[in-house]
């Protein structure tokens, strides 16, 4: 069976730096990868996916992701930040086939954006 | 982009009420639904794998007599908490599936506050 892990569970960091949250996942098989953000009590939205191809992704609001497949990681990066881009990210593994399509999440990691 | 609703968003119940949550698809078919727990300040926990026109297949530690899932169209999956008690509380999450392989999609619904007192 698929898992995520995050290493971060809180990323502080000023406006307009760089950031990088981490994600590594274990799978026997293939997987679709995901990056989601969650604003307060509301639903999530897809910033980037992998399901073949580059492995670099681009996704919204100028983030981007690299699959490494050596290092089973999937790591959410910004070069620069914005206090709007506070929120909570999940990193996310579909386990295509055999997995049924169920998307696992991790934990999460709190970005959190400071003036 | 396609549209997933929750309905209600919020809901407060007493202990040992059932309480239904909608979820739809607005503009497109959807023939997985998937429903999701999520405590505060904790991840998305897989609780079901919905499909239309069949029984919902739950994930370990599930108890599918107390989560009753309807999936009774294309565009509509139901969740049922039957006989709710206050750690039933959390926030629900519906997401929708489209398309196979390289075209997938999941698209997820705002969510459901429900507060058991």
């Known amino acids: 069976a698929q898992s995520v892990t995050q290493l971060d569970s809180q990323v502080p960091v000023f406006e307009e730096a760089p950031v990088e949250l981490r994600c590594n996942y274990s799978?026997?098989?293939?997987?679709?990868l995901f990056w989601y953000v969650q604003y307060p009590n509301q639903g999530l939205q897809l910033l980037l996916k992998?399901?073949?191809?580059?492995?670099l992704v681009k996704g919204i609001n100028g983030f981007e992701a690299e699959f490494n497949k050596s290092q089973t990681s999937f790591h959410l990066r910004k070069p620069s930040v914005h206090i709007s881009d506070t929120a909570e990210y999940f990193c996310a593994v579909s386990d295509f086939p055999h997995g049924g399509f169920k998307t696992i999440f991790g934990a999460g990691t709190r970005l959190f954006v400071k003036a | 982009g396609a549209v997933v609703s929750q309905h209600p968003s919020r809901v407060i119940c007493k202990s040992g009420t059932s309480v239904k949550i909608e979820c739809r698809s607005l503009d497109f078919q959807a023939t997985t639904m998937f429903w999701y727990r999520q405590f505060p300040k904790q991840s998305l926990m897989l609780m079901a794998t919905?499909?239309?026109?069949?029984?919902?297949?739950?994930e370990q530690g599930v108890e599918k007599d107390k989560f009753l899932i309807n999936h009774a169209s294309l565009t509509l999956s139901t969740l049922t908490v039957t006989s709710a008690h206050p750690e039933d509380s959390s926030f629900y999450i519906c997401?929708?599936?489209?398309?196979?392989?390289?075209?997938?999609?999941?698209?997820f619904g705002p969510g459901t506050r429900l507060t058991v007192t």
């Open positions: 799978s026997s098989v293939s997987v679709y």
């Open positions: 997401s929708a599936r489209v398309g196979l392989a390289a075209t997938y999609e999941q698209y």
């Open positions: 919905s499909n239309e026109g069949s029984k919902a297949t739950y």
């Open positions: 992998y399901l073949s191809g580059s492995t």
